[in-house]
Every structure is written in structure tokens, then in C-alpha cells.
């Protein structure tokens, strides 16, 4: 041994006593090579952190930065880089790096472990936010229990993000885990994971292959829809048929409404759901009045029509809705139209005919140009209401009442969006008010309808009900004459 090389060996011994006292070198060392020497040493400390974290720089979620991640103050158990320089105690096979082996722990481990890990993505998920995505994605890949990393895939796909890390583990993990991360994957509907759904539908795993058909229609690409088409429509399986339908019904085309209406008229139930899914996904205006048609015809797809008419967020899905919480008598149908329409905040008041038709008026006068014929237990949203009475005819008989301002929806063309505005005679419609359970009271939709008499009041109907409230009574209004609103010549006969 030479004098160079002993001077080396107490140089380093030197730096890893400083660094084990925590103590920092002031002053540069004058030997060029024991500076090199330091340098590589810096170099494979950093480059050992980098294999821990690994797991997690490289995952480059989605838009996540690579440098937002988990901070490393905030989470004990991240390794911490230091300013000091030392030598990393790298065992020769590596094992510390190794993921603990779930077979060799006792149950009671394995237990608290899993209840941890499940713990930790309830936690992230709940924040909702980059650096929760990023770790949850983290125990994913990285988590030796395959419970717990299957409900990272599942929370991935709830928060409908981490395509990338859904994608290794597809690629790395087990069949359990894979099934969970292609149904993350088909809900968020990335175009990015096009290709894993093609691969996924020659899956021998069924769920596999049906959440991969679900996942090509939403990637709304030209070869998805060629797949579904070629292979999905033509499966052997009811279920793979009926998921290559609901994915069909993403691409909106009018060309497919005709096959959707098709397997609705088919005799394997599996197809008729997979249909009804398939128009719910459509954007297309035709596929809502199929699925209207579609209860008559089958009454037993009511539950899955009605979730289907929920994915629409237009106001012609809304008052179907309405008229079918209106029309049906099974009290959990109407329970569920009544939740949707409060999470669609629905709220206000509806106009349900209860004659044999109704006729919207361009202005509040029987004798005013018509706009649009309702039938009876139609529903249109009503925007205003006239602070005038009318006496009108009906059937030779004189009829008392006010004017509506109705908002209904026609295949009129021309109509700007198939929704038009007109008056009613409230004569012909009773008036439903979806109230806000989340409110005290309710704000009218139109003007003076708190000073209706009784017997306007009696045919209102409310859902949602709050306490009434103690309030003084006004003075009733005085009547005006007869002829300040009776227009004697009118006629509003059906």
C-alpha cells in the first residue's frame, strides 16, 4: 500500500465521522483526487435516494409535476437527503430496497398493515389533490398487499385520475389488481389507455374484456367504435355485448341509434340493459324520446331507464323525469327520480296537464296565436305567472284562473334548441313544486304567487315539504270587476 492510498482511506474515514456527529466541513479539501473521491460519493448517495424514490418521481401522473410529490417533512418515514456526505451501507444484494414479503408476516401484522394502507388512501382520497393522487399511485405500485393495492386502483378510478400508474400496474401486477385498474381505467375513459383496451378485449378475464368494450366507447376513437362494432356486438357473450353497447352509445352517432334499437328489442335481457346504457351515453336529442318509448314497451327496464334519462343534464331529460315521478306509482322509482332531481338541483315549479291536452299561447289570451299543444301528464317548467285573473270558457262552462308562462320542449324545428316559451291557462294544469331541502323556504320562480287564494293552493302540490311558518295575515285584496279580466268572447275548449 502506498502513501497516496493511505492518505485516501483517512481522509474518508475522516468525512464519515463528521457526517455521523452531524457536523458540516467548513473548508474545501486541497487533495484534487480525495475531492473527485467525495464527489462520486455524493453522486451514489443521491443516486441510492433516487431508487427509493423511484417509485414515485417517475410515475409523472397525468399533468403532475415531477417535482410535486410527497414532501419528505411531512412523512417520517421518506428517507431525508442531508447536506452531509457518507457512505450509504448498501448491503451486496440490495435487500433493504426490497418490498417485505406479506407471506412471511404474522396475521396480526398483515391485518394492521392492511388496515394502515387502507387508512392512508381514505385519507388522500378525501384531500383530493395532486400530491394525494400522487400517493395513492405510490401505494399502488408499491404496497405489498394486494388488498390494499386494489383499492388504490379502485380510488384512482373513483378520482378519475392516475391513468399512467393504472397502466404499470396493468403491466407489473397480479390478475386481481389488473381487473381493478382496467375498471379505474375504463372510468376515466383516457384516449391514452386506447391501447391497453384493445388489448384488454382479447382478455380471457371477463371483467377484463367487458370493462375494456365500456372503455373503447369512451376514447370515442375510430378504432374503438370499429372494434365494438366487428368484435364486441358480435361476442357469444350476453355481457360482452351488452358492455360493447354502452360504450357504442359514447360516440353519439346518429347511425347507431338504429343498432341500439335494435338489441332494445331483443330477447337476451343482457342486451336490452346493455341498449338502454348505450341511448343513456348517447348525446344524440332521438335517444331520450327511444328511451320514453322504451318503458311502455318493457316496463321491466324502468329502473335502468330511469338512470339512464339521469346521465342527461338537459331540461327535456328533467321533465321527463318529472313526468315519470308524476305517472309512476312504485314509490321506490319515484324515491329514486326524487333523489336525482335534487342532485341535479331541479328545484322550482312544474306545470303536469291534467286535461286531454293543453295549449301554449304566445300571449296570456285564449285568442292569442298558438305555440305548442301539450298532452295530458306532460310537464313543462313554469317561469312566471300573470298577476291578473281571466274568466275563459271551457267546455260552456266560465272558468276562472291566471295565465302561466311555460317552458316546454318541442321537435319544432326551428325551435332554438327544441325549447319554447308560452302561456297556459292554469285551468288545465296542476302545479308541482320541487322544493330545496337544503333551504328554509322556497324562492318563487315567478311573481305574487304568495297571494293566490285557497282555492289556487289546493291544487299545488309540494315535494320536499318544510314547517310552516308563523306569519302575520295581510289584508285580502279587493276584488277587481268583473270586466277587468273576463273576456267574454274567449273560448279555451280542448
Excluded at 23 to 47: G, M, R
Excluded at 113 to 125: H, P, V
Excluded at 279 to 290: A, C, Q
Excluded at 471 to 494: C, G, H, L, Q
Amino acid at each position: 500500500m502506498n502513501f497516496k492510498s493511505i492518505i485516501l482511506i483517512l481522509g474518508l474515514s475522516f468525512f464519515s465521522l463528521l457526517a455521523e456527529d452531524g457536523k458540516k466541513i467548513a473548508a474545501p479539501v486541497e487533495n484534487t483526487d480525495l475531492e473527485q473521491l467525495s464527489d462520486t460519493y455524493e453522486n451514489l448517495l443521491a443516486k441510492s435516494l433516487e431508487d427509493v424514490e423511484s417509485a414515485d418521481d417517475d410515475l409523472d401522473i397525468d399533468d403532475i409535476s415531477a417535482n410535486s410529490g410527497i414532501n419528505p417533512k411531512n412523512n417520517p418515514k421518506f428517507p431525508k437527503k442531508t447536506n452531509s456526505t457518507y457512505k450509504p451501507n448498501i448491503p451486496a444484494n440490495n435487500s433493504q430496497f426490497a418490498a417485505p414479503s406479506y407471506e412471511d408476516m404474522d396475521p396480526e401484522k398483515q391485518k394492521l398493515l392492511t388496515k394502515e394502507g387502507l387508512k392512508a388512501i381514505e385519507q388522500s382520497e378525501a384531500k383530493n389533490n395532486k400530491n394525494s393522487i400522487k400517493q395513492i399511485a405510490r401505494i399502488l405500485l408499491t404496497n405489498p398487499i394486494p388488498e390494499v393495492r386494489s383499492e388504490a386502483a379502485r380510488a384512482l378510478g373513483r378520482m378519475g385520475r392516475g391513468a399512467k400508474a393504472l397502466h404499470r400496474a396493468i403491466d407489473t401486477d397480479a390478475y386481481e389488481v389488473r381487473q381493478h385498474a382496467y375498471k379505474a381505467l375504463e372510468k376515466i375513459g383516457s384516449r391514452t389507455s386506447l391501447k391497453y383496451f384493445i388489448k384488454g378485449t382479447k382478455s380471457s378475464d371477463v371483467d377484463i374484456k367487458i370493462a375494456s368494450f365500456k372503455g373503447l366507447g369512451k376514447t370515442k376513437s375510430s378504432l374503438g367504435r370499429d372494434i365494438i362494432i366487428r368484435q364486441g356486438l358480435n361476442s357469444r357473450d350476453p355481457n360482452v355485448v351488452a358492455a360493447a353497447l354502452d360504450g357504442l352509445g359514447n360516440f353519439s352517432r346518429k347511425d347507431d341509434l338504429e343498432t341500439l334499437r335494435r338489441f332494445l328489442k331483443s330477447d337476451v335481457q343482457e342486451h336490452q340493459s346493455g341498449a338502454v346504457r348505450g341511448l343513456g351515453n348517447s348525446k344524440i336529442p332521438e335517444s331520450l324520446d327511444i328511451l320514453s318509448t322504451a318503458i311502455g314497451e318493457n316496463p321491466g327496464l324502468e329502473p335502468e331507464v330511469i338512470f339512464a334519462i339521469s346521465k342527461k343534464k338537459t331540461l327535456n331529460a328533467t321533465l321527463l323525469l318529472m313526468k315519470m315521478m308524476q305517472t309512476n306509482k312504485n314509490e321506490n322509482y319515484q324515491a329514486i327520480i326524487q333523489r336525482e332531481i335534487n342532485l341535479r338541483k331541479a328545484y322550482g315549479k312544474y306545470a303536469v296537464v291534467k286535461t286531454n291536452s293543453a295549449t301554449i299561447r304566445k300571449l296570456p289570451r285564449a285568442s292569442s296565436e298558438k305555440v305548442l299543444v301539450l298532452a295530458n301528464t306532460d310537464v313543462a317548467k313554469i317561469r312566471k305567472v300573470t298577476e291578473k285573473r281571466f274568466k275563459v270558457k271551457m267546455n260552456n262552462a266560465v272558468v276562472e284562473d291566471r295565465y302561466y308562462l311555460l317552458q316546454a320542449v318541442t321537435n319544432k324545428e326551428g325551435s332554438k334548441k327544441g325549447i319554447v316559451e308560452g302561456w297556459v291557462f292554469g285551468a288545465k294544469i296542476n302545479v308541482v313544486n320541487i322544493a330545496n331541502p337544503a333551504k328554509k323556504g322556497m324562492e318563487d320562480d315567478y311573481a305574487d304567487e304568495d297571494n293566490e287564494d285557497e282555492k289556487d293552493m289546493s291544487k299545488e302540490t309540494t315535494i320536499n315539504p318544510e314547517p310552516k311558518k308563523n306569519v302575520k295575515p295581510t289584508p285580502a285584496k279587493k276584488d277587481p270587476k268583473d270586466s277587468d279580466y273576463y273576456e267574454e268572447d274567449e273560448d279555451e275548449d280542448d
